[in-house]
């Protein structure tokens, strides 16, 4: 069950996030410690609550037997800022359908292309879903990041 996020997500939320970067996008920052604290540095229950008081972002949560398994953001302006998965649920088309989710608020607030930076882990799923690359990496400190677009209707 995909629904919206709310306050009361925020630890759980988090948890996912930080797991999700910390197991899952090793190819990105290859156990690096700097690069790491500096990725979960604002991965916070705090700033979680912070973004969800923002008019300008929309946060949702997937579900599963009453856990949250998967955490995904988009902005009005139509990025995807946070798409995230448990470990343990991963390849279970959990993150598609966040996406699709995600894509779908998009839609439904008028927005034709949306855009995100993928982590080079999620680059093929991405591809996968119908993004294209949209120009070269972007480095965040030491860590690449991919532009991504895909036109949605
Ligand atoms: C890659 C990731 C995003 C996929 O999400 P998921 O919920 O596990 O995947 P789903 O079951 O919804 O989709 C499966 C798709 O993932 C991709 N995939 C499959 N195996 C993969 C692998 N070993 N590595 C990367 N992608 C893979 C394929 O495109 C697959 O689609 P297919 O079965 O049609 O080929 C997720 O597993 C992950 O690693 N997330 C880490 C956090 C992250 O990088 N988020 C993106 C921030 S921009």
Known sequence: MIRA?????????VRVIRRSIEELCVSDH??????????LSNKTAENFRRWLKSPDQRLLVAEHDG???SVGGATRSGEITLNYILPDARFRG????????L???L??????LVRLTSTQTAQRFYHSMGYQDAGPPVFWGRMPGYPMEKIIE
């Open 107 to 112: 839609l439904n607030r008028g927005n034709s």
């Open 67 to 69: 856990a949250i398994c």
């Open 94 to 101: 959990v993150s598609t359908a966040m996406v699709m989710a």
């Open 5 to 13: 996020a709310n306050s009361e997500d925020a630890e759980q939320a």
């Open 30 to 39: 290859q156990r690096d410690e700097s690069v790491l604290s500096m990725w």
């Open 103 to 105: 894509e779908q608020i």
